[in-house]
T-cell receptor, first 112, second 115 residues
């Protein structure tokens, strides 16, 4: 069965600093991978997705993620965070039937 | 921009009571989903629904749960006899198609508290 691990529960970063959120997956076939963001009171919003092709994927809000098959990872990055990036971030893999399996989430706090 | 909406935002109920959580998916979407997140745990898939039938359900989705599309716009999750462990955030989602390529759009969630 597929699974997703996000090793960091909380990350605190200064505004303007770079951000990297880790995600490791376990899946028997070629994975379809996603990053979602949840701001307070909001639903889960898709940041980016990887299906195939270029392993560096660009998303919305200046985020990117890199798929590394050898490391079973799909880490999310942003070069310079803004206060509005404070949120919870979820990595997910999709199985047959479009059923998403999520990681535990990483809560990002942004210091002024 | 079209969005998925959910009502209520917070529901408090007594153990053993029935609750109905409501969702309005995006209007041209055909596939609907419920997920839940118990506090401090992962978001978990409950059920997917298409053409007035359950497409897939998880082991969590036992006989106390049911889903329905009672009219052309609403998609509901009913919990027949709530238990303390049903306290969670429940997310509805919808997608145009069933393929993994089809993005699921999520609502803001309903926080269910069972006392």
């Amino acid at each position: 069965a597929q699974s997703v691990t996000q090793p960091d529960i909380h990350i605190t970063v200064s505004e303007g600093a770079s951000l990297e959120l880790r995600c490791n997956y376990s899946y028997g076939a070629t994975p379809y991978l996603f990053w979602y963001v949840q701001s307070p009171g909001q639903g889960l919003q898709l940041l980016l997705k990887y299906f195939s092709g270029d392993t560096l994927v660009q998303g919305i809000k200046g985020f990117e993620a890199e798929f590394k098959r050898s490391q079973s990872s799909f880490n999310l990055r942003k070069p310079s965070v803004h206060w509005s990036d404070a949120a919870e971030y979820f990595c997910a893999v999709v199985a047959a039937g479009n059923k998403l399996t999520f990681g535990g989430g990483t809560r990002v706090l942004v210091k002024p | 921009e079209p969005e998925v909406t959910q009502t209520p935002s917070h529901q408090v109920t007594q153990m053993g009571q029935e609750v109905i959580l409501r969702c309005v998916p995006i209007s041209n979407h055909l596939y609907f989903y419920w997920y839940r997140q118990i506090l401090g745990q992962k978001v978990e898939f409950l059920v997917s629904f298409y053409n007035n039938e359950i497409s897939e359900k998880s082991e969590i989705f036992d006989d106390q749960f049911s889903v329905e599309r009672p009219d052309g716009s609403n998609f509901t999750l009913k919990i027949r006899s709530t238990k303390l462990e049903d306290s969670a955030m429940y997310f509805c989602a919808s997608s145009e198609g069933r393929s993994s390529y089809n993005e699921q759009f999520f609502g803001p969630g309903t926080r269910l508290t069972v006392l």
